[in-house]
């Protein structure tokens, strides 16, 4: 810690520069509590290398085909989301009662 400033210029300089480092220290906390942005970010990640195995495994229409749909689903994830959603409540439904009989 340094001393206590002198005179008002060292204590305007000393006040400036603990600006600076809150400023750099909040902007460091609010990136790593942005939750919803970091999972976004680890999410395309995954599906950036998913499509890179795929398209060394299928052909090129294929490849491109899931490449247009992931960035349909990057686009509008609660609509693909909800009929994920939906179809597994269904098809649990159905092995329920099914089991049942």
């Known amino acids: 810690m340094s001393d206590f400033p002198k005179n008002a210029e060292e204590a305007r300089a ?12 909040l902007d460091a906390l609010g990136k790593k509590m942005d939750v919803k942005a970091r999972v976004n ?3 395309d990640a ?17 490849a ?7 960035e349909i689903v990057r686009a509008n994830p ?3 989301f909800a009929g994920v ?9 159905i092995l329920r009662k099914r089991s049942s009989s």
């Open 14 to 25: 000393d006040r400036d520069v603990t600006r600076e480092e809150l400023t750099e220290t």
């Open 41 to 43: 970010d680890n999410l």
């Open 46 to 62: 995954k599906v950036d290398q998913a499509s890179a195995k795929i398209s060394d495994k299928v052909s090129e229409p294929a």
């Open 64 to 70: 491109d085909k899931f490449r247009q749909g992931t």
């Open 78 to 80: 609660l609509p693909i």
């Open 85 to 93: 959603l939906a179809l597994l409540v269904t098809i649990r439904l």
